[in-house]
C-alpha cells in the first residue's frame, strides 16, 4: 500500500482549534462524501491524526452504520433488496441512532467529529441514484436532524449538517478502474455506470444548493495533491 501522510506533513490549523485541553472548545462536524473509488478513506485517517496532534479529541465515523445499531441496518442496506422507500427510510433510521448516541454527544463535549459519509449520501445515492423523490428525503431529514433546542427559525440552523462537507468528486469509470479487483463489490458498488453518473450529479445538487458547507475536492489527481486540497479547504473553513 501507500505510505501514510503524517501529521508533521500536514497544515496547521488555526489557532482557535489549538486551545488547551482545560478551555472549552465547540464542537466540530466534518463529512467526507463521494463515491466508492474516490479516495476518501486515507484522508479521513491523516485529517483526524492533524486534529489528534492539535490536542482535540477525535471521533471517527460512518454512515450508515456508527452503532450497533446502524451497523446491524448497514448489512441490510448494503446487502438485501429492497425497494427506494425501505432503503431511505432504514437509511434514516441508521442515522437518527448514529445522532442520538455517537455524533450530538462528541460534539456537546466539543469533539471533532469526522465521518465517512452523512445525509448527503442518501441524497445522492437514493435521490440521484435510485431517482426517489427528493421532497420525502428532506422531509426525513427534517425530521432525523432536527435541533430541538435551536432558537433560530431559519434554514437549516434548524437540522444538524456537518460544518464542513469535503466532496470527493470522481468520474465513475475511473473509480470504478480503482476498485476493480480490489474487494467483493456491495449492492450499490455492483450498480452501472449511468446509476453512478446519476450519483455525482445528486452530490453536484447538494453542492450547489449549500456552497458555503460544500469543499470539491477533484480526486483524480496524485494522492499528495488531493491532501493539500483537503488541507486547503479545512484551513479556510474552520
Known sequence: GRAPIHPEQAMSLPSTLTAPANTAQTGLFISFEGIDGAGKSSHIGALADVFRAQGRV?????????TPLAEKLRQLLLNDAMDPLCEALLMFAARRDHLQQVIEPALARGEVVISDRFTDATFAYQGGGRGFDLTVLRTLEGWVQALPDQESSEGRD??????LTLWFDLAPEVA???LANAREPDKFERESALFFQRVR??????????????ARIEADQP?????AAVQAAVSQHV
Request: hydrophobic fraction near 25%; aromatic fraction near 8%.
Open 158 to 163: 434548524q437540522v444538524r449538517q456537518p460544518d
Open 223 to 227: 494522492r499528495e495533491q488531493v491532501w
Open 58 to 66: 477525535v471521533t471517527l465515523t460512518r454512515e450508515p452504520g456508527g
Open 176 to 178: 470504478a478502474a480503482r
Open 201 to 214: 450529479s445528486g452530490y453536484a445538487q447538494r453542492c450547489q444548493a449549500d456552497p458555503g458547507r460544500f
